[in-house]
């Protein structure tokens, strides 16, 4: 199939055909929920940029995947990839959230709690980075959806707290086809350039298995190797 560039910018590709998601989409009416719902209705509204249904059910299944009880989150917003990951690792796991507005742990805290998903929640407000650099211990996931300029770091520091075995992953690396087109517009001067910056460092890396999932605006996970 090939990549289809965006009407209103042709310099930005679409990764995967919206026909092709569609369909994916109509294939998802199992994990409807009342919150999942509500918190889309609010992304749209405030033009909020969660990774949205598809992608996160494609977390709820790598996270079970390789069992997950002990998730990282860098950058969570208002805990809409949180909801899968908690779902994922079951009453017994714990997901760390980050996020330096507080208003969005509040959000989180509303929305988690009617899913009865909070008790698996440790919600901390502040800068991502910071609060991995105090936190002891290696994770199942860490999973990487900060400011982009910050990808490089982000994933320098998570690469030695990930167990053999366990996953990195991270959201837009694919920055809306921009990695993959010779004229490109920023959204942030230096965003495209730090994310491609990132995913050559995993491919590159060999401890690690790595993959992009081309849906919606591109997954990149990477699997520690156990030997």
């Not at 959230?97 to 959000?107: Q, Y």
Request: charged residues 25%; proline residues 5%.
């Amino acid at each position: 199939m090939a990549d289809m560039q965006s009407p209103n910018n042709p310099s930005v590709l679409i990764p995967v055909n919206p026909a092709i998601e569609k369909y994916m989409r109509t294939l998802t009416s199992q994990t409807d929920h009342p919150v999942l719902t509500q918190m889309e209705t609010l992304a749209e509204e405030k033009s909020f940029p969660i990774v949205g249904r598809l992608v996160g059910i494609f977390l709820e299944t790598l996270a079970k995947t390789v069992n997950a009880k002990r998730v990282f989150e860098f950058g969570s917003g208002y805990g809409y990839s949180a909801y899968w990951f908690a779902k994922a690792v079951r009453a017994d796991g714990q997901v760390i959230c980050t996020d330096g507005d507080p208003a969005n742990k509040e959000k989180a805290k509303h929305y988690l709690e009617f899913a009865d998903l909070w008790d698996r929640i440790d919600f901390q407000s502040g800068i991502a980075q910071e609060v991995f650099a105090r936190t002891d211990g290696q994770f199942d996931i860490c999973y990487n959806d900060v400011d982009k300029n910050e990808y490089p770091e982000v994933w320098q520091m998570a690469k030695n707290r990930i167990r053999p075995g366990g996953l990195y992953i991270a959201d837009n690396v694919l920055w809306h086809g921009r990695v993959a087109v010779e004229n490109y517009v920023d959204v942030f001067i230096g965003w495209t350039e730090a994310i491609m910056e990132h995913n050559q460092l995993i491919f590159n890396d060999p401890e690690f298995d790595a993959f992009i999932n081309p849906t919606r605006d591109g997954v990149i996970v990477a699997r520690k190797k156990t030997s």
